[in-house]
């Protein structure tokens, strides 16, 4: 029956993805990306890290009441519950507003074929 049936689609050639990696487009992504997740990530692994040293060095800091039975720690643990939110929530930002711009050109620049493929420019 050939390519006429229903649902059947055409056949693209296969990117190599070497080639768009060595783009200068897709370095600028990836340097995007890394500048953004590293920072972060180092930021909140201390944050992390210095909730967990206080709680097991700091029992009487940790203890000390705020309001009624609500102690720093339990502030500091919501803390780290509302820095995760907060983090994601930049992430998803920066993401639409840098990230994937950047992508879709990329991706449009591969359907067009205006980077090489593995049989050659498209």
């Known amino acids: 029956m050939g390519n006429d049936a229903p649902g059947a689609q055409a056949t693209e050639p296969p990117v190599d993805y070497a080639a768009v990696q060595a783009t200068p487009e897709f370095q600028k992504l990836r340097g995007s990306h890394r500048g953004f997740v590293f920072p972060v990530?180092?930021?909140?692994?201390?944050?992390?890290?210095?909730?967990?040293?206080?709680a097991s060095y700091a029992h009487d800091f940790m203890s000390t009441p705020v309001w009624g039975s609500v102690n720093v720690a339990m502030l500091l643990g919501l803390a780290q519950v509302v820095t995760t939110f907060a983090v994601t929530m930049w992430y998803v930002r920066f993401a639409n507003r840098t990230l994937d711009p950047q992508a879709a050109a990329i991706r449009d620049e591969i359907e067009q074929g205006a980077i090489e493929t593995k049989e050659g420019v498209h």
């Open 41 to 54: 990530l180092a930021a909140c692994l201390v944050w992390y890290l210095a909730y967990v040293l206080l």
